[in-house]
């Protein structure tokens, strides 16, 4: 790992440091990052994973992976396996082996039992409905169950008939019992087990009893020793739970949670509920597609994990809620990609040029740089021929004001090439333009030309030794700002038609015939792209997505 995980210095990193000077805080820090196996992550989850894999680096302690695997009917081996990948592409390394909530439902078990004795505990019969209407409200305090005050011994044998299968789903509920009349809702005998006949992908079908999150997710802390436990803001209301559950068992430490806020980001949803949603009704090409603001699409999308992290390092940790615009996001990559990215290029859309004094048995190679600003990166050779291909946006026939490209018998450079100079346009029967014919200036390799100056540089490649390849234009899922805060449509209502542009037969330097996949390419003048493995063996040649346009041009 780099240092840039610890570069950030936050609230939570401050008050680490408070307790260890004041001597509260003598063990080891060990912090935790607990998905759930429901889904992909998306960036949200990238800020939850810096940050508590940050903490621990940054106090020489160490991070655990475990997933809170409590509601099998929603989760999968797929998810895990997906989550482990985001980790670890991310540069981060989990404390010993893998985690599972599962791993404790015996211990779980034994807490409730625990309470159930202490009289801290009952099983209630109230139907989910019945429920609701005694939890009362914000205004109005709940009422008692009038299951609340069954004896010990037979809550304990209720409790065990649930985990031995003998009632249905909903039947019956394990609560706590604190307080109907608190202010908070959370501690108003909230469910701690509920009846659940589904197959886990841990534990198979040895329980039909699952508890809940609230309860489980402090007794997991608690048995791995983590000393913080960082949650979002949305988790603030259930610290009280959380601390209750902690002071009525026998646990060998108590953990201390801390709440920060979590990521919104406008033009896109950070809810996997709703990016599954995207996904079951085949409006994205799975949670991978590299327009989902997943780690998965981003990933194949052609992000880096040093720029999501560097993204993660801007944005900060603090209490406030906020939305943070997009364009730091696509920031993050830019920098990172602008000292790093190997350059090429790429004709989008291709305009044949032929050089009439040029022999056409003849060809040159010409060396460039991989990288103007980075000598160390090499060079790289590509052919001129005759036979050329422009992209059709640098030709027009009616010059406008200020046109910086080629037009009839206007010259150009063609970058690490000649100057040329278009003598005549051809049309097909229909007026469409196929051809550009032009002379080049044999005395302009690497120097200027005598007595005109070219109009500007565009780039190009070799008719004869280029490669066909199809390109992904990738743009914003949404083009709604808040995409999901629409209270009178729906959020797809608000998805962007032009998020996706697929170009066939572009035309790239032959090098690229065969790309590298570890970076994505600055196409010269035209983004930063990245080779689709998937799609390239699928199609037989070269797929490029786009990563991120050159500038930011959303707000044009």
Not at 115 to 120: A, R, V
Not at 280 to 298: A, H, K, N, Q
């Amino acid at each position: 790992m780099s240092a840039e995980s610890k570069k950030a210095h936050n609230f939570i990193q401050s008050l680490i440091e408070d307790a260890i000077a004041k001597g509260e805080q003598t063990a080891p820090v060990v912090t935790r990052f607990p998905p759930e196996p429901n889904g992909y992550l998306h960036v949200g989850h990238a800020k939850s994973i810096c940050l508590n894999f940050g903490i621990a680096e940054t106090f020489s302690g160490e991070c655990n992976l475990r997933f809170d695997d409590t509601n099998p009917e929603k989760e999968s081996q797929e998810y895990i396996d997906a989550i482990k990948k985001d980790v670890e592409w991310l540069g981060y390394t989990w404390a010993g082996d893998v985690r599972y909530a599962s791993d404790y439902f015996d211990v779980i078990y034994y807490f409730a039992e625990e309470l159930i004795e202490k009289g801290k505990a009952y099983v209630c019969a109230l139907s989910a409905d019945q429920m609701a209407e005694y939890r009362g409200n914000l205004k109005e305090p709940g009422k008692d169950s009038p299951y609340r005050d069954r004896p010990v011994e037979e809550n304990l044998k209720l409790f065990r008939d649930m985990r031995d299968g003998k009632y249905q789903n909903g039947e019956m509920v394990l609560r706590a019992r604190i307080d109907m009349a608190s202010p908070n809702m959370n501690l108003r005998d909230p469910i701690l087990y509920r009846i659940r006949y589904a197959e886990h992908h841990q534990t198979g079908n040895k329980w039909c009893i699952y508890p809940m999150y609230d309860f489980t997710h402090p007794i997991s802390d608690a048995m791995e020793g983590v000393t913080h436990s960082l949650c979002t803001l949305e988790f603030e209301d259930h610290r009280p739970l959380y601390d209750w559950v902690l002071d009525n068992i026998t646990v060998p430490c108590h953990p201390r949670q801390i709440e920060f806020a979590r990521l919104n980001l406008n033009y896109t949803i950070t809810s996997k509920r709703k990016l599954k949603r995207l996904v079951d009704e085949r409006l994205v090409d799975g949670w991978d597609d590299p327009r989902m603001p997943t780690i998965s699409g981003m990933r194949r999308r052609g992000y880096t994990p040093e720029s999501v992290r560097a993204f993660c390092d801007m944005i900060g940790v603090n209490k406030a809620g906020g939305t943070v615009d997009m364009g730091m996001l696509e920031f993050a990559i830019r920098e990172d990609l602008n000292t790093r990215a190997p350059r090429a290029m790429c004709v989008m859309n291709p305009l044949k040029v032929t050089l009439t004094n040029y022999p056409a048995d003849k060809t040159e190679t010409l060396v460039l740089p991989v990288h103007p600003q980075n000598p160390d990166m090499g060079q790289r050779e590509v052919t001129w021929s005759q036979t050329l291909y422009i992209d059709r946006e640098d030709f027009i026939e009616e010059v406008p004001r200020k046109w910086k490209r080629l037009a009839p018998d206007q010259a150009v450079r063609l970058r690490g090439g000649y100057v040329m100079t278009c003598k005549e346009v051809v049309r097909d029967a229909s007026g469409e333009i196929v051809e550009l014919r032009c002379e080049y200036d044999p005395a302009t390799l690497g120097v200027n030309p005598e007595g005109y100056k070219p109009k500007g540089v565009i780039h190009w490649v070799s008719a004869t030794d280029s490669v066909s390849c199809d390109i992904n234009l990738y743009d914003r899922l949404f083009n709604h700002e808040s995409p999901d805060s629409d209270k009178d449509g729906d959020l797809i209502d608000h998805i962007n038609p032009q998020s996706l542009a697929v170009l066939k037969d572009a035309r790239v330097e032959r090098s690229l015939a065969k790309p590298q996949t570890d970076l994505p390419y600055q196409f010269e003048r035209e983004g930063y792209f990245f080779c689709d493995q998937e799609l390239t063996a699928a199609a037989g040649k070269p797929v490029f997505n786009r990563t991120v346009t050159l500038r930011d041009s959303w707000g044009k």
